[in-house]
C-alpha cells in the first residue's frame, strides 16, 4: 500500500485530497490549472507569473522589478482592514521586495452601518502608516451580492531588478525555516470570533494573549533579513497553514521537501484553542510566519535574530518525494482539502 501512495503522489502529481468542487476556501491546484491558468497571458517584461505557490507577480520595470500581488480577507470578521493590509504586504515581503502602495476594496452586504466602513478604514490606514505603505486607492460599495463584508487589497512593490526572490528559488539540499509558529492569525481569528464557543474551556488571560496575535502577523521584517542573508526562496503561510505552505514552496520549485512536524513551533495559546476546539494547528491559517529556503541556514537565522524574529528550522529540501515525519513516523506530504479555519467555523455557526 505504501509503495502505491508514493507513486500516486510524485512530485508533479497534484494530491486528490483537493476537493474538485467549488467548496469555501482556496481554489484546488487542479482547478487553477485546468481552468485559470490556460486563461492568463503574458508579455516579454513579465519575470515571474502565477504559479501554484507564487503569491505575487515580478513585472521588469528597468532599474527596478516591480512586484504586485492581491488578496482578499474572507475568514475573519474582526480587525479585518487590518489584517488586509497585512496580508497583501506579506506577499510582497515574501519576494523580499518593499511595499510601497495599496488599493484597497470594500464589498459590504445591505444593512452595513457606516460605523463599520469607518472602523475598517481607520484599521487599515494605520496599518499602512505603520508600515510605511501608502493606500492610494480602491473602490467601496455596497452590494446584495455578499453577506459579510469582504475586503480585497492589491499591493504593490519596489525591489532593485535582481535583487527579489520568490517561492520557485529552492534548491536541493536547502535547510527549510519558517519564522515565529504555526498558525498565528488563525489563533487570534479563533480567539476573537469564537470567544463566546471557548469560555469556559480555555482561560481568559491565554485568550487574551492569542488575540493579540493579530500584532504579529506582519512578516516584513524576517522578509527584510533573510533576502539578504543566504535565502534562496521564500513563502508566507496563509490559507492551510504550515503543511500548505511547505507543499506549496516545493511545487513552485520543482522539488522534494522532508518536513520535520514535531519542530514546528506552536504556542501554548494556540495549542490550548486548537485542542479545545478538534483543530491541527499545521493545518490552520497561519499568516505571521515565513518560510524560507536557505543555503546558509546558520547566516539567515542570525540574520532573523538581529531583526528580532525567532526562526527555526523545520526540514530539508530535497530531490524529489514530498514528506512529513511525526511522532516517529514518516508519512506523505499532502496539504489539507480545506483550511481547519473553515472546518470549524462552519461546525459552529453552520454552513454558509
Known amino acids: 500500500m505504501r509503495s502505491r501512495e508514493i507513486r500516486k503522489y510524485a512530485v508533479s502529481s497534484i494530491p486528490p485530497c483537493y476537493s474538485k468542487a467549488v467548496i469555501p476556501g482556496k481554489i484546488s491546484p487542479d482547478l487553477l490549472r485546468r481552468l485559470v491558468y490556460p486563461h492568463l497571458t503574458t508579455r516579454p517584461d513579465v519575470l515571474v ?8 507577480a515580478v513585472l521588469d520595470f528597468g532599474p527596478h522589478a516591480c512586484i504586485i500581488t492581491c488578496d482578499p480577507i474572507t475568514g475573519a470578521r474582526r480587525e479585518l482592514g487590518r489584517l488586509a493590509v497585512h496580508v497583501a504586504c506579506n506577499d510582497v515581503a515574501a519576494t523580499g521586495a518593499e511595499p510601497v502602495a495599496l488599493l484597497l476594496t470594500l464589498l459590504l452586504p445591505p444593512g452595513s452601518g457606516e460605523a463599520e466602513l469607518e472602523l475598517i478604514m481607520r484599521e487599515a490606514g494605520e496599518t499602512a502608516v505603520a508600515l510605511g505603505v501608502a493606500i492610494v486607492g480602491g473602490h467601496t460599495e455596497v452590494t446584495p451580492r455578499v453577506t459579510d463584508i469582504v ?16 517561492a520557485g528559488g529552492a534548491r536541493p539540499g536547502d535547510a527549510l525555516l519558517v519564522s515565529k509558529a504555526a498558525a498565528i492569525e488563525g489563533t487570534a481569528i479563533l480567539a476573537a470570533d469564537l470567544a463566546g464557543e471557548l469560555a469556559g474551556r480555555v482561560a481568559p488571560e491565554v485568550l487574551a494573549r492569542a488575540r493579540r496575535f493579530m500584532d504579529e502577523v506582519s512578516v516584513l521584517s524576517e522578509g527584510r533579513a533573510a533576502v539578504r542573508a543566504g535565502a534562496t526562496a521564500m513563502h508566507d503561510v496563509t490559507e492551510g497553514g504550515v503543511l500548505t505552505a511547505v507543499w506549496e514552496l516545493a511545487e513552485a520549485s520543482g522539488l522534494g521537501v522532508e518536513l520535520w512536524a514535531d519542530a514546528v513551533p506552536v504556542r501554548q495559546e494556540t495549542t490550548a484553542i486548537c485542542r479545545a476546539l478538534g483543530v491541527d494547528p499545521l493545518r490552520l491559517i497561519g499568516s505571521g510566519a515565513l518560510l ?10 542570525a540574520a532573523l535574530a538581529g531583526a528580532g524574529v525567532p526562526g527555526t528550522r523545520i526540514g530539508t529540501m530535497r530531490a524529489a518525494g514530498r514528506v512529513v515525519r511525526r511522532d516517529g513516523r514518516e508519512e506523505v506530504l499532502v496539504p489539507p482539502a480545506r483550511d481547519e479555519l473553515w472546518r470549524i467555523l462552519e461546525e459552529v455557526n453552520g454552513p454558509a
Open 49 to 56: 507569473a502565477a504559479g501554484i505557490g507564487q503569491d505575487s
Open 151 to 166: 475586503a480585497v487589497v492589491t499591493a504593490v512593490g519596489r525591489a532593485e531588478s535582481g535583487g527579489y526572490l520568490h
Open 292 to 301: 524560507v529556503a536557505s543555503g546558509d541556514p546558520d547566516r539567515t537565522l
